[in-house]
């Protein structure tokens, strides 16, 4: 197992990382050194770290990335070859590594060249990827972190599994009363997510069900919104539900995560009645405890989309 501390204190600001590598063919032929980019996923996904399992191919893949897949503990998760996912030449230095994860509810594995470490980091350390970065690579990138001799790219493995399985990105449509009901009062949403695609599937099924909807990319520019919204409150003393009922906040985001987020929001004695919901692939059995310990009125997992329009619903009429 890979996992070290990764139940790290709740609203710290603070992750651990599994920094690992892909090791490239030259881009020219006059270099004589391979390439070898670094990469990094939060520990909050890993199950494992294994070496090349035996495969068993699987009909109609679709994408030449995926590899098959292996019997794990009487479970069968797929291999996905991270470096021909991303458009990379693997060469193989060394015995390659596989990368077990757990998100969305889902069981996948990413081959790639090696590990190096684990990093213990806090989130104003990870930087948010440049328009012209993530244009560059196809927004698969949600973060940078700058160590001392090496930049490592967080990425984004939730967009490259919704790629290869585009069914899994598709919500169900919210119940016709619950679209009534919140068409009748009016509700407004305050949506956060880093990852542009997220972003705009949890906007979009709020939409659906009738809330009138705003969005920030992280959790600081969410909290620059809430505190506008608090001052305007104590200004004009008006009651909060008149310029917001309810939060909607992913929990890994660069500069300012979730529960950090959450935390801050409870602890305000004005918006500390804001209802929050936390969305995230990382919502699990094991780590729901995270997200009570900051105040999170309730928790959804990305899988479960279908069910997020009538939960925020129930928040609001409480």
Partial sequence: MVKTNILLESGTNELEIVEFYIDENPKHEEDVNRYRGYYGINVAKVLEIIRMPELTDMPEVSHPAVLGAFNLRNQIIPLIDLAKWLGKERIVTEEPKVIVTEFNLTRSAFLVSGVTRIHRIGWEEVEAPTNYVSALTVNSITGVVKFTNRIVFILDMEKITADLNPGMSKAEEPAPQVVEEVRTRHLRALVVDDSNMARKMVAGVLEKAGFEVATAENGEQAWLKL?????????????????????????????????????????????????????????????????????ADDQVSKAELGELAGKVLQLVER
Avoid at 277 to 282: D, N, R, T
């Fill in 227 to 295: 505190l506008s919204i608090r001052d305007s409150v104590e200004q004009q003393n008006k009651p909060l539900r008149n310029y917001i009922d309810i939060l909607v906040s992913d929990i890994e985001m660069p500069i300012m995560d979730g529960h950090n987020l959450t935390r801050r929001v409870k602890e305000d004695h004005t918006l500390k009645h804001l209802p929050v919901v936390l969305c995230s692939s990382i919502i699990t059995d094991t780590l729901r405890h995270k997200g009570s310990a900051v105040g």
